[in-house]
């Protein structure tokens, strides 16, 4: 894979143009395609609470006041899937879809995300198809293939050029949080010092709910003497072939709304009351003695959730509003070489309207659909498919 310092196309300012295709062959989707697609929109890790954490430190020795990142943070809830098994294909049709006895008009945000947030992947995964969104959610029923495991293993090869893990005791539900902050933070550190950083944590409440997610890479660009962060992700491939418009909409859309709470965390902060009062936080529990001597390894003194959080606010500012443009690397996964680079242009109006339509959903104001005609073709892979009103 070509360095991730380097491999960038140039940028103007005024560039709002989609940038042409090469010419690749291009397919709709294949079986091993299929499981790709799965591992892009939600990774399946699952997430518990623990006595024990993780950190992650910078490998760069010039910046050791800034060299801790948790992992146990945000990336676990933004990365995990909703349910932590799914049956091979052979066994499409034999899936029980349960329901517990519910409230009359019970939402599905209600019944599944009462009290936890929302993850930008389960908007993606909602845009992608709604109706086997609802089956997931129903059946509880979801695996990781080979295919995702070889993303995740590629994710977390990209996040160790950049950092390392150090194993931290925590103590309550307070040190958890404040190692998802502090995982922010030393992100932020790392990407102001040296231009790069991996695996960024980022939340925000978006129209009432709250939402997290996990941000691939940022780099800091270098734009007529002004320094401006650019999101970039990176979905690895089986086959060496682009993928469908389906696939590309998808990947867009999860890259905006990055974007979206990135910018928002950096123009307007955190909602500290609402954010407490949502996760049942006390902002004045005292943090282990660890926990604080780690803010103090970063160059920072907290005693308590609330000190973090403040230092938190103060590091969003540290950052200008994001680049407009942003870019997917889709790289094969038999050598990491680069199948193709997708640049396009943040369209806040077309990312309102998804959002919308989605937590609409997500509310209960209307039925979940199934996927358009013309993009039928998911169905032959989807685990769902005997179902489905789509083959009533």
């Given at each position: ?219 800091m660009l270098e734009i007529d003497t002004t320094k401006i962060p650019m999101l970039i992700d990176t979905k690895t491939r089986v ?21 979206f709470l990135l910018d928002n965390l950096i123009s307007d902060g955190l909602s500290i009351r609402q954010f407490f009062d949502f ?105 769902f498919a005997f179902d489905c009103p789509t083959n009533a």
């Amino acid at each position: 894979m070509a360095d991730s310092h380097s491999g960038l196309p140039p940028f103007k300012d005024d560039d709002n143009t989609h940038e042409g295709f090469p010419n690749i062959p291009v397919e709709i989707v294949s079986d091993e395609e299929m499981a790709l697609i799965e591992a892009a929109l939600a990774a399946a890790v699952t997430t518990s609470r623990s006595s024990s954490s993780v950190i992650h430190s910078t490998s760069s020795s010039s910046h050791s006041l800034f060299n801790t990142r948790s992992i146990h943070s945000i990336t676990l809830l933004s990365k995990r899937g909703i349910h932590s098994t799914q049956p091979d294909i052979e066994d499409l049709g034999k899936i029980p879809i349960t329901q517990k006895k519910i409230k009359v008009n019970e939402s599905l945000l209600q019944r599944f995300k009462r009290n936890k947030p929302l993850a930008v992947t389960d908007i993606t995964r909602m845009e992608w198809c709604e109706k086997q969104m609802e089956f997931s959610l129903l059946s509880g029923v979801r695996k990781k293939t080979k295919a995702m495991e070889a993303g995740i293993a590629r994710h977390a090869m990209l996040e160790a050029e950049v950092v390392k893990k150090v194993k931290v005791q925590v103590q309550s539900i307070e040190d958890i949080w404040a190692l998802k902050l502090l995982n922010f933070i030393v992100g932020v550190h790392q990407l102001v010092l040296e231009g790069l950083t991996r695996e960024l944590p980022v939340m925000g409440l978006v129209e009432g709910v709250w939402i997290v997610g996990i941000i691939d890479e940022i780099q800091m660009l270098e734009i007529d003497t002004t320094k401006i962060p650019m999101l970039i992700d990176t979905k690895t491939r089986v086959r060496d072939t682009i993928p469908a418009v389906p696939q590309r909409r998808n990947g867009k859309l999860q890259l905006m709304f990055y974007k979206f709470l990135l910018d928002n965390l950096i123009s307007d902060g955190l909602s500290i009351r609402q954010f407490f009062d949502f996760f049942s936080l006390n902002p004045h529990s005292t943090l282990s003695e660890e926990i604080s001597d780690t803010t103090t390894s970063i160059g920072f003194t907290a005693k308590t959730l609330d000190d973090v959080v403040r230092y938190y606010i103060n590091c969003c500012s540290m950052l200008p509003p994001t680049h407009n443009q942003l870019l997917i690397r889709y790289e094969s996964q038999k050598d990491q070489s680069i199948i193709v680079e997708d640049k396009f242009a943040y369209d806040h109006g077309w990312l309102k309207t998804q959002l919308e339509t989605q937590l609409q959903v997500w509310h209960g104001q209307r039925e979940p659909e199934c996927t358009p005609q013309e993009e039928r073709w998911k169905c032959r892979h989807c685990q769902f498919a005997f179902d489905c009103p789509t083959n009533a």
